[in-house]
C-alpha cells in the first residue's frame, strides 16, 4: 500500500506542480492509465523463459504521468514522464530451468514478479518555421531523452524454499521525436518516438495518442504504446514487449 500511495503521490505532483508557469511558459500536464501487455523472454545466466508461457505474466493496467513545459526564448523545452512497469504470475515447467544462481525443480511451481519501472527526462526543441509555414497544422519537436530503468526480475519456489531475483537500474540516453498535427482547434493527432541501439541492447518506444479540448484548457486523449526492450546486461538477457492501448485526462495552457 506504502507504494501504491508514492506513486500516487508523485503522478499528483508531476500533474499539477508548478502551474505558477503558466502565465509565461506552456504547460501540459496529464495522468492516465496504460493497459500494459506483456511478451517476450528474460534470462539470469540460464534459459531463456518466455513470459507469457513459462513465467504466466499477465495483463496489469497501472498509472502513469508526463508534463510537458516549453521555456521562453532559446531555452530547451521540458518533458518528464513517469511510467511505471509490474507484473506477477505463476508457473510450472516439466523440465528444471536455472534462474540466476538458482536451479529450479519441474513440475514443482513457483511465482514470478517482473517490474520495469522507467522515469523519462527530454529536453527538446521545435523545429523552426514548422508552425508557421503550416498554418499551425504541424508541429514536429526533436531532442534527447534521459530514461532512467529501475528493473527488477524474481522467481520463488516455495515447495523448494528456492528464490533468486535480480536488480538493475539502467541509465539510457535515447533520441526523441514528436510530431503534432491540429486539423481541428480541439483535436489534434499526436505520435512520441523514444530509441536507441547501442551495443547488443536496443530500447524503442512508441505512443500514439488523439486528443480532445473538452472544457477550457482541459482535455482528454486516448491512443496506444509499444515498448520493446532488449538488454543485455550484468548477466540478464532479455527481449521484451509491451503494449496496450492508454487514456488519458490533462490541462494545456
Not at 61 to 87: C, D, H, Q
Not at 102 to 115: D, G, M, N, R, V
Amino acid at each position: 500500500m506504502k507504494i501504491v500511495r508514492m506513486r500516487s503521490l508523485i503522478i499528483v505532483f508531476v500533474v499539477f506542480m508548478l502551474p505558477q508557469v503558466a502565465s509565461s511558459m506552456g504547460l501540459e500536464a496529464a495522468f492516465g492509465i496504460w493497459k500494459q501487455d506483456p511478451s517476450g523472454d528474460i534470462a539470469y545466466k540460464g534459459i531463456s523463459l518466455d513470459v507469457k508461457n513459462d513465467l504466466n505474466l499477465g495483463n496489469n493496467t497501472e498509472v502513469f504521468g508526463r508534463l510537458k513545459v516549453e521555456t521562453p526564448l532559446y531555452f530547451p523545452n521540458i518533458y518528464f514522464m513517469a511510467t511505471p512497469m509490474s507484473f506477477d504470475g505463476t508457473g510450472n515447467k516439466s523440465s528444471n530451468f536455472v534462474f540466476g544462481k538458482q536451479t529450479f525443480i519441474a513440475a514443482a511451481p513457483y511465482t514470478s514478479h517482473l517490474k520495469v519501472d522507467h522515469y523519462d527526462f527530454a529536453l527538446y526543441y521545435g523545429l523552426p518555421f514548422v508552425k508557421t509555414a503550416t498554418l499551425d497544422l504541424l508541429n514536429i519537436d526533436a531532442g534527447i531523452d534521459f530514461r532512467l530503468v529501475d528493473f527488477n526480475a524474481s522467481i520463488n519456489q516455495a515447495a523448494t524454499g528456492l528464490s533468486e531475483s535480480k536488480r538493475l537500474t539502467l541509465p539510457v540516453p535515447m533520441g526523441y521525436l514528436g510530431v503534432q498535427v491540429t486539423p481541428l482547434k480541439r483535436i489534434s493527432l499526436e505520435g512520441e518516438v523514444r530509441g536507441v541501439v547501442f551495443g547488443r541492447d536496443q530500447y524503442i518506444d512508441l505512443i500514439g495518442r488523439v486528443k480532445f479540448k473538452i472544457l477550457g484548457p482541459a482535455f482528454v486523449g486516448a491512443g496506444y504504446r509499444y515498448e520493446y526492450i532488449k538488454v543485455d546486461e550484468s548477466s540478464v538477457n532479455s527481449g521484451l514487449r509491451f503494449g496496450g492501448p492508454f487514456a488519458e485526462i490533462g490541462i494545456e495552457l
